[in-house]
């Protein structure tokens, strides 16, 4: 469920689609959203993956730095 949302970017409901249960989908979605938050708080980090972690995981805090 997690590289579903978070790597692949797929909505709830193509992951229910995959065969997940859908009450089970809806929690795990919801706990990484409530703590993206917490993310945002924190300084940004070196990138380690091809991916930004997140909700806004098209927009990168640091997309362009030092070009």
């Excluded at 919801?30 to 380690?48: F, S």
């Amino acid at each position: 469920i997690l590289q579903a949302y978070v790597e692949d970017d797929r909505s709830p409901a193509e992951i229910e689609a995959m065969g997940f249960d859908p009450d089970l989908v809806r929690r795990i979605i919801r706990m990484v959203d409530r703590t993206e938050y917490k993310r945002r708080q924190a300084p940004p980090g070196i990138k380690i993956t091809p991916r930004a972690f997140g909700r806004d995981r098209r927009l990168p805090i640091t997309n362009g730095y030092g070009k």
